[in-house]
C-alpha cells in the first residue's frame, strides 16, 4: 500500500522543483476521492500566493492542424533559450467507455524528456469546454512550480472551446493552409476570443495557400475585434522546420507586456462560481432524498418543477 504523502511534503516537493511531486499532486487534485478533496483543496489554498507569474497560454485548434507538433517544437524553442515549459494536454474522453488514448506525451517525446519541460495529458472526462475538470487546479500547481511558460492544449475547436480562455491569459488559434472553408465554419465566438491567430504547415507547396489563409484570417479579425484594444496578429508558421517561431515568441512577449493582470480577477470570479456548482452538486448526490425524488418523477408522481424546489429546499434545511 502506498503511503500517502502529507500537505508538508507536497509543499516541499514543489518548492523543490521536484517533477515527480507536481505529478502527483496533479493526481491529488484530479482524484474524486472524498478522502483526496480536503488535501487537495489545503494544497491549492496554500500555493496561491506563489501563482502568478507564468504565461498561462490556451492552445486550440482544428484536428490535424498539428498542435502537439507545434507545441513539442516551440516548447523546444523555449527551452533553448532557457525557459520551463509546462503543457497540460486535454484528451478527448470516449462517450461510450470512457478512456481516453492519452497519446499527447509520445507525441512530444522530445519535449517531454527535456529536464525543464513538464507535459501532462489529462482526459477530459464530461467535461464541456475543450478542458479537463481540473484543468485549472493543475495551471495553478505548474505555475507556483515556477515554469514560465505553460499551456493549455484543449481537445479540439469548437464553440465550446472558448471556455479556456477564462482559465488562461492568452489564447492561440492554429490553422492551416487551405482553411478558407474551415473559417466559414468557425463559429465566431473562438476567433472573437483569439490573440494570435498562427497559420501551421505553412511550408513547401503550402507557402501560397498559407498566405492566402493569413490575409482572409486578418480580414476577418479586423471586423470581429474593431473594438478591442489588442488587435490578434496573425502568423504563418512551419513547426516542421521551426519557421516563424520568433515571430511567434516576440508577439507572445508583446501580448504580455500590454496584458492588464486584473484580468484575471475576472478568471478568479469564474472559478469561485464552478467550484460553487460542483459544491451544489455534490451536496444534492449525497442527499438523501435525491434518488427517492428522480424516481418520483420519472414515475410522473412529480413534476420537475416541484422536485427542484423540494430538493432545493431540503438541501437548505440538510445546511
Known amino acids: 500500500m502506498k503511503k500517502e504523502l502529507s500537505l508538508e511534503e507536497y509543499l516541499s516537493g514543489l518548492k523543490g522543483k521536484d517533477l ?190 498559407a498566405k492566402i489563409a493569413q490575409h482572409d484570417f486578418k480580414k476577418s479579425l479586423e471586423v470581429l475585434q474593431d473594438k478591442r484594444k489588442w488587435q490578434c496578429p496573425v502568423v504563418r508558421c512551419s513547426s516542421v522546420f521551426k519557421k516563424g517561431f520568433r515571430e511567434v515568441d516576440d508577439y507572445i512577449d508583446d501580448f504580455f507586456d500590454q496584458y492588464d493582470t486584473n484580468l484575471r480577477s475576472a478568471q478568479i470570479k469564474v472559478w469561485l462560481e464552478e467550484l460553487l456548482k460542483d459544491k451544489f452538486q455534490s451536496a444534492l448526490k449525497n442527499y438523501s432524498a435525491f434518488e427517492e425524488t428522480v424516481t418520483a418523477v420519472q414515475k410522473g408522481k412529480l413534476q420537475p418543477i416541484e422536485a427542484v424546489e423540494s430538493l432545493y429546499k431540503g438541501l437548505l434545511k440538510n445546511d
Open 20 to 209: 515527480s511531486i507536481l505529478a502527483k499532486a496533479i493526481t491529488l487534485v484530479e482524484s474524486k476521492k472524498e478522502a483526496h478533496k480536503k488535501l487537495a483543496s489545503e494544497l491549492i489554498q496554500a500555493i496561491l500566493p506563489e501563482t502568478g507569474n507564468a504565461k498561462r497560454i490556451g492552445i486550440s485548434g482544428t484536428p490535424g492542424v498539428g498542435k502537439s507538433t507545434f507545441l513539442e517544437n516551440f516548447g523546444m524553442f523555449l527551452v533553448d533559450q532557457g525557459k520551463r515549459v509546462a503543457v497540460l494536454a486535454v484528451d478527448p474522453t470516449s462517450q461510450v467507455t470512457g478512456g481516453s488514448i492519452l497519446g499527447d506525451k509520445t507525441r512530444m517525446a522530445k519535449l517531454s524528456s527535456h529536464a525543464d519541460a513538464f507535459v501532462r495529458p489529462t482526459p477530459n472526462g464530461p467535461t464541456l469546454g475543450g478542458v479537463a475538470a481540473k484543468t485549472r487546479e493543475a495551471m495553478l500547481l505548474c505555475d507556483a512550480f515556477g515554469f514560465d511558460y505553460i499551456f493549455v492544449e484543449t481537445v479540439g475547436v469548437g464553440q465550446s472551446e472558448i471556455s479556456v480562455s477564462h482559465i488562461v491569459d492568452m489564447f492561440i488559434l492554429l490553422m492551416q493552409p487551405g482553411s478558407g472553408d474551415e473559417l466559414q465554419g468557425i463559429k465566431r465566438g473562438i476567433l472573437e476570443v483569439s490573440d494570435l491567430v498562427i497559420v501551421n504547415k505553412s511550408d513547401g507547396a503550402h507557402e501560397a495557400t
